[in-house]
């Protein structure tokens, strides 16, 4: 079958599986946070040496980028700042205490929202709160930058608090999409971002590309990519843009007849694709390209390549907290996520409460499902101590006619072209996707 007939047939509504289950079968009626606090600690108690990883939610943006799929607040105020920094301090003052200590830091992430929304200052203020004046190189940090508002004191700020990694939220510089998309940068202020954080020591800077935006046509983005493999980051993104405007009312800032579609859509996914591969990036994971000189490419090819609520990170931890407004912690037998609205989060805070709004509780069956999502995720292949279960080898084979999966006895290996069909893969695995069909769209298309 042609590669675009295959775009074509797999182009279905498929999660993007950072966790198993997803976040819409999680069985919330089960959860209390109770049960969250006793799996934590029971989880920390095991893996306490090996650290953890801290995911910090700033949800403030000057502007709403109408494409955005992110829980963000819009303001102009930053007054905002302060109130918010000394919430997320006592909320992880409230996990040390938890945890009955302070646990070793092995990985942060700041996601937004637009994290340089925030003063360099109060940054500053933020992490020291919670590293003390830990600064140590061992801790992977990373942090999500406009390109309109990063500016070297942020650079530097970050730096000397042991950031080494930086991704930019490029999309597309075509003026037309830009527009339609309320997100505005250039070329010019992109290449001088990457080029400051470079000179002042950063290791990896991450570009994110999206196709199929409102406006977006072949030319433009063809020009987005040869602008972008000029510059040479070092990891790329390339999202398909996910249409929900059942979930982000944003997006009806535009209609489906401004969105490419079909052939169109496809058309844009081969040629981006394609520039990025010629140019040298390697394929990594789903939607990730990286040079073979950077950190995620290394684990990639070691086996130690993770995927978890930030997305895919280099390295394991079991343990991931995530601290602010709708932030989702994991401790590997648990899901917990915080509330989702800027003032329900603050007052659980402030009144000495732990924000918690919905969670997870993963059965025995769930984890076995999880790591074999994950195996294939990160890995390309999974496999399974006994016969591949009867239902799962049903559900594969259409996928294995199409050459897009190997199926032996005991393993499922995703071929060079399956690649681009990962989330197709997976959700034959989705046994809580297929015991309970969505009645309604719940995601976005695959491809």
Same mark, same amino acid.
């Given at each position: 079958m042609e590669a675009i007939e295959l775009l074509k047939k797999y182009n279905v509504a498929a999660p993007r599986y950072t966790s198993y289950p997803t976040v819409p079968y999680w069985e919330n009626d089960l959860f209390a946070e109770q049960d969250w606090h006793e799996r934590l600690r029971n989880s920390y108690e095991v893996h306490h040496n090996e650290g953890i990883s801290l995911y910090i939610h700033l949800p403030f943006c000057e502007s709403l980028c109408t494409y955005c799929g992110c829980n963000t607040r819009i303001t102009k105020n930053h007054k905002v700042e302060e109130p918010y920094i000394e919430t997320v301090l006592k909320e992880w003052q409230m996990y040390v205490d938890l945890l009955g200590e302070q646990p070793k830091i092995k990985e942060i992430h700041l996601g937004g929202g637009t994290p340089t929304f925030f003063s360099a200052e109060n940054l500053n203020r933020l992490l020291k709160g919670i590293r003390g004046e830990d600064v140590s190189n061992t801790i992977e940090c990373s942090f999500e930058g406009h390109p309109d508002n990063t500016t070297v004191e942020h650079l530097q700020t970050l730096s000397h608090l042991g950031f080494k990694r930086l991704s930019l939220g490029i999309q597309d510089f075509d003026p037309r999409? #830009? !527009?339609?998309?309320?997100? !505005?940068? =250039?070329? %010019? #202020?992109?290449?001088? @971002? =990457?080029? #400051?954080?470079?000179? @002042? $020591?950063? %290791?990896?800077?991450?570009?994110?590309? &999206?196709?199929?935006?409102?406006?977006?046509h072949i030319e433009g983005l063809t020009e987005t990519i040869k602008e972008v493999i000029e510059l040479k980051p070092d990891r790329i993104a390339f999202y398909s843009y996910a249409h929900v405007p059942w979930l982000k009312p944003g997006q009806r800032h535009f209609t489906e007849q401004d969105i490419p579609q079909g052939d169109e859509k496809f058309a844009l996914y081969k040629k981006g694709r394609m520039m990025l591969l010629e140019a040298g990036y390697e394929e990594i994971g789903m939607d990730h390209f990286a040079l073979t000189s950077d950190s995620l490419y290394a684990s990639s090819i070691s086996g130690e390549m993770h995927r978890n609520f930030m997305g895919y990170t280099s390295q394991r931890t079991p343990i991931l907290i995530g601290l602010g407004v709708s932030s989702i912690s994991d401790c590997g037998t648990a899901f917990a996520q915080n509330a989702k609205t800027v003032e329900a989060y603050q007052l659980q805070i402030n009144n000495n409460k732990l924000a918690i709004e919905k969670g997870h509780l993963l059965t025995n069956k769930d984890l076995e499902i999880r790591q074999h999502i994950l195996n294939l995720m990160c890995r390309n292949h999974t496999s399974f101590n006994e016969k591949i279960p009867s239902d799962i080898e049903h559900r594969l084979k259409p996928l294995i006619k199409d050459k897009l999966v190997y199926l032996g006895e005991? %393993? @499922? %290996? &995703? =071929?060079? @072209? $399956?690649?681009? !069909?990962?989330?197709?893969?997976?959700?034959?695995?989705?046994?809580?996707?297929?015991?309970? #069909?969505?009645?309604?769209?719940? !995601?976005?298309?695959? &491809?």
């Open positions: 999409v #830009q !527009f339609m998309i309320n997100r !505005f940068q =250039t070329p %010019e #202020q992109v290449k001088q @971002i =990457t080029v #400051q954080a470079r000179a @002042i $020591g950063y %290791e990896s800077v991450n570009y994110d590309l &999206i196709y199929g935006l409102p406006g977006q005991h %393993e @499922i %290996e &995703i =071929t060079p @072209i $399956g690649k681009t !069909f990962l989330r197709n893969v997976c959700m034959a695995l989705d046994e809580r996707l297929w015991l309970k #069909q969505p009645q309604t769209q719940l !995601f976005s298309a695959a &491809i």
